[in-house]
């Protein structure tokens, strides 16, 4: 397995758990009588993890380029 692979792989697994933690409700609760979220903004804990999620998407995009080199 190469090492590009690996990282994938790792980093897709943080993605995925970065975005399961974020706050929920952001759906069509709001259509029922749930909290209306399309003023609120993002503070402490909850801006930080935002920021980790597009970090490691980045990130991830970053390391698909590098490896998605031809091999001969």
Sequence with gaps: ?????????IIAGAVAASIL????GT???STFGGESTAYRSRRGVERTLFRLTVAL???YV?????GARPTA
């Excluded at 933690?21 to 929920?24: E, G, K, P, S």
């Design 1 to 9: 397995m190469d090492l590009f692979q690996l990282a994938q792989i």
């Design 21 to 24: 933690l974020q706050a929920r």
């Design 27 to 29: 759906g069509l609760s």
């Design 57 to 59: 998407i980045v990130a």
């Design 62 to 66: 970053l390391i698909s380029l590098v």
